[in-house]
T-cell receptor, first 111, second 115 residues
Framework: NAGVTQTPKFRVLKTGQSMTLLCAQD?????MYWYRQDPGMGLRLIHYSVGEGTTAKGEVPDGYNVSRLKKQNFLLGLESAAPSQTSVYFCASKWPYTEAFFGQGTRLTVV | AQSVTQPDIHITVSEGASLELRCNYSYGATPYLFWYVQSPGQGLQLLLK??????LVQGIKGFEAEFKRSQSSFNLRKPSVHWSDAAEYFC?????????????FGQGTRLTINP
């Protein structure tokens, strides 16, 4: 039982490049989330999904897109990376009315 | 919309001393409340949660937290800290009437333990 798995764990991008972060959960959770963590700012919600085929914007959605084609996967895309997107990205999943389970994070550097 | 404030960015305590980390939330209805801990380079691990019932909740690693509706607070406590408690701690709030769909996190409190 792996829980929440994020791929990749580290990545360096050049400004303007694109990439996709993958989150996979094996707990059959309905809800999935993408957060970014920056020093002194805690975790800020980028996008989330309350079920397969659904997505919604969080607090800081600009510059990111997401898709949830399968219940167990939640993809975060950066179409044209900017240095301001240098951050640690966390995926999480949960059932309604319960706590969230987090992945180990993806450290992204945009140069 | 809900929000969370953790007033202390960084706290230093001596090993064996007691600890209290503050958390204040803003939400118009009954919230779901959580404390998570993050060790360096790791993801977040749930320490404890409050959904309803007894306002004093026990968690893992000897931590407890008390929900005080009148003060909109959910402070985390531990009677005697260990060096392994050094980490960053996050308080989070979820809207109960929405199944806690969205968890809003505070800015975090970094805990340093002096030997």
């Amino acid at each position: 039982n792996a829980g929440v798995t994020q791929t990749p764990k580290f990545r360096v991008l050049k400004t303007g490049q694109s990439m996709t972060l993958l989150c996979a959960q094996d707990m059959n959770h309905e809800y999935m989330y993408w957060y970014r963590q920056d020093p002194g700012m805690g975790l800020r919600l980028i996008h989330y999904s309350v079920g397969e085929g659904t997505t919604a914007k969080g607090e800081v959605p600009d510059g990111y897109n997401v898709s949830r084609l399968k219940k167990q996967n939640f993809l975060l895309g950066l179409e044209s990376a900017a240095p301001s997107q240098t951050s640690v990205y966390f995926c999480a999943s949960k059932w309604p009315y319960t706590e969230a389970f987090f992945g180990q994070g993806t450290r992204l550097t945009v140069v | 919309a809900q929000s969370v404030t953790q007033p202390d960015i960084h706290i230093t305590v001596s090993e064996g001393a007691s600890l209290e980390l503050r958390c204040n939330y803003s939400y118009g209805a009954t919230p779901y409340l959580f404390w998570y801990v993050q060790s360096p380079g790791q993801g977040l691990q749930l320490l404890l949660k409050y959904f309803s019932g007894d306002t004093l909740v026990q968690g893992i690693k000897g931590f407890e937290a008390e929900f005080k509706r009148s003060q909109s607070s959910f402070n985390l406590r531990k009677p005697s800290v260990h060096w392994s408690d050094a980490a960053e701690y996050f308080c989070a709030v979820g809207a109960k009437d929405q199944g806690a769909q969205k968890l809003v996190f505070g800015q975090g409190t970094r805990l340093t333990i002096n030997p």
